[in-house]
């Protein structure tokens, strides 16, 4: 199974993410709910960009317990509530993607998230060659 990476001519470059991936080949889909920035006994740290570091870690942990990593996630969706840092939303997504091969992304800021407190929500979708 194979990734490509795209981003057409036609389109602005984007910032730590690709237009389009295209993956081929039989393989595997795993599709990850959104992971927020609480931990297992639903603690929520403050500030956003800490909310974001958890959130990641959760995802990485979701990921793993299909088998998969941040190398195979091929697209992301993630939700800030309004006022929380763009800048730091990057550099965290930075520091667990694959920034020679971003997945395809989409960044939405939200008026609030399902639980009070939240700043933070990312869902992935990884693709992974067959079993």
């Not at 995802?59 to 992301?76: C, N, P, Q, T």
């Not at 992304?105 to 639980?115: D, E, K, N, P």
């Amino acid at each position: 199974m194979g990734a490509r990476y795209l981003n057409p001519q036609a389109v602005f470059k984007p910032p730590g993410y690709s237009h389009v991936v295209e993956v081929t080949g039989p393989g595997r889909t795993i599709f990850v709910a959104g992971q927020v920035g609480a931990d297992r006994d639903r603690n929520i740290p403050p500030g956003a960009r800490a909310q974001m570091v958890l959130a990641f870690e959760n995802l990485k942990a979701a990921l793993a317990e299909a088998g998969a990593a941040f190398k195979d996630v091929v697209k992301i969706n993630s939700y800030l509530v309004d006022g929380a840092d763009m800048s730091d939303f990057r550099e965290v997504r930075d520091s667990y993607i694959n920034t020679a091969a971003p997945p395809a992304s989409t960044t939405v800021f939200v008026s609030r998230l399902a639980i009070d407190g939240l700043l933070f929500e990312i869902e992935a979708v990884a693709a992974l060659p067959p079993k």
